[in-house]
């Protein structure tokens, strides 16, 4: 192991290239934003409803239903999935019903399963249930399972995922892009290892497992309300260094401390040291280089080059527009002096 992955950074990759990007992993340009669609009709959505009918404990209902377009999969394409009432998708067809969840990749569960959320669950006849959407417009197809109850004390959980059409946004090696939501979360299956977020390929021997017994691998946040996470491929990138110097233009020598600059369009930002400095990878290609910092003005280099191996230098003098900070220090006691002057402290930097 090199280095330690935070929350903010990725989950992966699996042996197929497969990363788990979560809204937490704002430096990523991959990562998702959490955007909610409700598509459960009881709620105002234009979804139709799968047609399960797990209404009780051990009622489990699976359907498979058709894909309004084609999704490319561990390498494999689809034009069917099928949809379990227990929170999950197995792409293609299964007459599978598990309601226990386990770890991923594992030999008890579906080939080629996305966990959404994976636990004992069942619907409440009357409201909610899962649902599918065809967003036409947005080219992804919906599914969304809608307050659903947990098997451990009844509580809600509200969650969906999102396919993409792979004509459209795909992973680097074509494979579509998958985005789970979560509208409504409760980690309380403490009896059946709470519930199960990730994804496994047809044979059961790769996946990413975002989390299994409400543990996290490094690079997992929290599952919990607002959450959003992008299951796509990453292919390694060639890569060189980009390093320079960020400074006060005013003197063209003090240097700028936690200035950012981004690489646009590559998803790397690097944050400079006290003393202006700043380093980093970056795939190879040309990109422009955006400086920012709340006290100064913004500045652009445009057309830098990244070679394979080399080294780029890149410096920056961006002007100081901060204007001056008062900080009053103390007030006169003037209780029995009416008449003045009084002194009164201030720091100005």
Not at 53 to 66: K, L, P
Not at 68 to 85: H, K
Not at 143 to 166: A, C, I, K
Request: with cysteine.
């Amino acid at each position: 192991t090199v280095g330690s992955a935070s929350s903010t950074d990725p989950v992966g990759p699996d042996n197929f290239g497969y990363y788990a990007f979560d809204n937490t992993d704002t430096s990523y340009d991959l990562a998702p934003v959490y955007d909610w669609v409700e598509i459960d009709p009881g709620e105002g959505g234009a979804g139709s409803s799968v047609g399960l009918t797990d209404f009780s404990d051990y009622g489990d209902d699976t359907r498979t239903i058709s894909l309004p377009f084609e999704f490319g999969y561990y390498g494999e394409t689809f034009d069917q999935i099928s949809v379990c009432s227990n929170g999950w998708i197995s792409m293609g067809q299964t007459y599978l019903r598990h309601y226990r969840n386990w770890t991923i990749p594992s030999p008890g569960s579906m080939d080629n399963m996305i966990a959404v959320y994976w636990d004992d669950l069942y619907q409440q006849s009357g409201t909610g249930g899962v649902f599918y959407w065809h967003d036409v417009a947005n080219h992804r197809f919906i599914v969304e399972w809608s307050q659903m109850r947990n098997h451990v004390n009844g509580v809600t959980e509200t969650f969906q995922v999102l396919l993409y059409d792979p004509t459209h946004i795909a992973g680097d090696s074509g494979d579509g892009l998958i985005v789970t939501q979560y509208h409504t979360v409760n980690q309380v299956d403490w009896e059946n290892g709470y519930g199960t977020v990730g994804i496994q390929n047809e044979d059961r021997t790769d996946g990413v497992l975002y989390t299994y017994w409400n543990n996290y691998p490094g690079g997992a946040a929290a599952l919990l309300a607002g959450r959003a996470i992008a299951f796509r491929t990453v292919e390694a990138q060639v890569q060189g260094v980009l390093r320079g110097s960020v400074v006060n233009s005013t003197d063209g020598t003090t240097g700028v401390d936690r200035a950012m600059v981004t690489v646009l369009g590559s998803g790397r930002s690097f944050m400079s040291t006290v003393s202006g400095q700043y380093q980093g990878n970056v795939p190879i290609g040309t990109y422009d280089l955006a400086v920012s910092h709340p006290s100064f003005l913004p500045d652009t280099t445009y057309g830098v080059e990244i070679f394979e191996g080399l080294e780029t230098v890149v410096d920056f003098e961006i002007v100081d527009i901060a204007g001056p900070e008062f900080a009053m220090t103390a007030m006169p006691d003037n209780s029995s002096d009416t008449s003045g002057p009084y002194d009164v402290g201030v720091d100005i930097v």
